[in-house]
């Protein structure tokens, strides 16, 4: 019989980061138990490169400014949740850590399996972090981007954006093009 999520142990940040299953799997921590993420597939892998490389072009001359995959947020210590968003920019120094202290713009790519908790569960907590400035949340099924952006009073949504257009990332500092996130995805 299936453990209940209620009767599993939790692990705190610190256990989990020292933890390994013995596997290749890649997890994340969500409220203390550790859940495993599938290999993306190849649109989503795709979209996340031309993610960066669009990142990075634009960030060029901002240093200590990058763009990073793979790296680590702590959205809670509290709650014991540890999230991986498939990018992130940060302008901290560069320093060896298994997570980014202070991201500033946050990319999660929605795939069928993962689409509910980004949008859910992951906008809401990396909007309460206070180093992030914007959060896109980009379809690997269609062209389509939602760009959260912090105001003085809290977050403000965008219309998704879709298609050809293009919209400003005030933390990359210029226009991101769909045309150019969507290149050789298939969309």
């Given at each position: 019989?299936?453990?209940?999520?209620?009767?599993?142990?939790?692990?705190?940040?610190?256990?989990?980061?020292a933890?390994?299953?013995?596997t290749?799997?890649?997890?994340?921590?969500?409220?203390?138990?550790?859940?495993?993420?599938?290999?993306?597939?190849?649109?989503?892998?795709?979209?996340?490169?031309?993610?960066?490389?669009?990142?990075?072009r634009?960030?060029?001359?901002?240093?200590?400014?990058?763009?990073?995959?793979?790296?680590?947020?702590?959205?809670?210590?509290?709650?014991?949740?540890?999230?991986?968003?498939?990018?992130?920019?940060?302008?901290?120094?560069?320093?060896?850590?298994?997570?980014?202290?202070?991201?500033?713009?946050?990319?999660?790519?929605?795939?069928?399996?993962?689409?509910?908790?980004?949008?859910?569960?992951?906008?809401?907590?990396?909007?309460?972090?206070?180093?992030?400035?914007?959060?896109?949340?980009?379809?690997?099924?269609?062209?389509?981007?939602?760009?959260?952006?912090?105001?003085?009073?809290?977050?403000?949504?965008?219309?998704?954006?879709?298609?050809?257009?293009?919209?400003?990332?005030?933390?990359?500092?210029?226009?991101?093009?769909?045309?150019?996130?969507?290149?050789?995805?298939?969309?």
């Amino acid at each position: 019989m299936a453990k209940r999520r209620e009767d599993v142990r939790r692990m705190t940040i610190e256990e989990f980061l020292a933890w390994d299953d013995g596997t290749e799997t890649r997890y994340e921590l969500d409220r203390g138990v550790p859940v495993a993420m599938n290999p993306p597939l190849v649109p989503h892998a795709r979209i996340a490169a031309n993610v960066v490389r669009v990142a990075d072009r634009q960030l060029e001359g901002r240093r200590p400014c990058r763009v990073l995959t793979g790296a680590g947020v702590v959205v809670s210590r509290a709650e014991h949740t540890f999230y991986v968003p498939d990018v992130v920019v940060t302008c901290e120094e560069p320093r060896e850590s298994p997570y980014v202290e202070a991201p500033r713009l946050v990319v999660e790519i929605l795939s069928p399996s993962t689409e509910r908790l980004d949008k859910t569960m992951k906008v809401p907590a990396y909007g309460r972090l206070p180093t992030v400035e914007e959060i896109w949340l980009v379809s690997a099924a269609r062209r389509w981007v939602l760009v959260w952006r912090k105001t003085e009073g809290g977050w403000l949504a965008h219309l998704p954006y879709e298609g050809e257009a293009s919209f400003p990332s005030p933390v990359l500092g210029g226009e991101v093009a769909l045309a150019e996130l969507y290149d050789l995805s298939g969309l």
